[in-house]
């Protein structure tokens, strides 16, 4: 099937920095989505990618729509502790009958 | 308050045994979802149901079985036939059509010994 690239795979960064994370694959996707999951819980999804170039904030979250449609990328600002979890690409390639395809997650540690 | 419900929490079974993971959903969406997950990995799609009374195997459907007798539930059977059962699984939910937003329950770890 599709594979998803992610990285990196973990991160510690001190409250307060910037973080960027990215998922690239070797196919063509129509949609992306990026989720944080908390330990022991289901992913909560935080933005949905639908066009090639489009840049979508949700609060102190930047996701883009890599223009290629072959990547995509999450950008948190100013990090707080409740910023602590896994983080993971989804992507929807043509062809994929709805299933869409997760990346292997970014383990995100803030450090106070 | 609309979402996706998954019971129970955790379930603990010997091996051999079947076991039958509940997933409900009251947000009126037409497809539905199961996943695995492992510790470190992403998310493996086990069977999907787009619309009632049809579902459709994902990545990793042997050893489980679904039906889907009504919108609002996806039940997945863990069959004995599973080689390694024990996982953390989730229910996903979506409107269907156009929108290919997944929405997630609080999933179920099962553990099989």
């Known amino acids: 099937g599709q594979q998803l690239n992610q990285s990196p795979q973990s991160m510690f960064i001190q409250e307060g920095e910037d973080v960027s994370m990215n998922c690239t694959s070797s196919?063509?996707?129509?949609?992306w989505l990026w989720y944080k999951q908390d330990p022991g819980e289901g992913p909560v999804l935080l933005i949905a990618?639908?066009?090639?170039?489009e840049l979508t904030s949700n609060g102190r979250l930047t996701a883009q729509f890599g223009i290629t449609r072959k990547d995509s990328f999450l950008n948190i600002s100013a990090s707080i502790p409740s910023d602590v979890g896994i983080y993971f690409c989804?992507?929807?390639?043509?062809?994929?009958?709805?299933?869409?395809?997760f990346g292997s997650g970014t383990q995100l540690t803030v450090l106070p | 308050d609309g979402g996706i419900t998954q019971s129970p929490k955790y379930l603990f079974r010997k091996e051999g045994q079947n076991v039958t993971l509940s997933c409900e959903q009251n947000?009126?969406?037409?497809?539905m979802y199961w996943y695995r997950q492992d510790p470190g990995q992403g998310l493996r799609l086990i069977y999907y149901?787009?619309?009632?009374?049809?579902?459709q195997k994902g990545d990793i459907a042997e050893g489980y079985s679904v039906s889907r007798e009504k919108k609002e539930s996806f039940p997945l059977t863990v069959t004995s036939a599973q080689k390694n059962p024990t996982a953390f699984y989730l229910c996903?939910?979506?409107?269907?059509?156009?929108?290919?937003?997944?929405?997630f329950g609080p999933g179920t770890r099962l553990t099989v010994t």
């Open positions: 996903a939910s979506s409107i269907g059509g156009s929108s290919y937003e997944q929405y």
């Open positions: 196919s063509i996707f129509n949609t």
């Open positions: 990618l639908y066009k090639a170039g």
């Open positions: 989804a992507g929807l390639s043509s062809g994929s009958a709805r299933q869409l395809t």
């Open positions: 947000l009126n969406h037409d497809a």
């Open positions: 149901s787009q619309i009632v009374n049809d579902f």
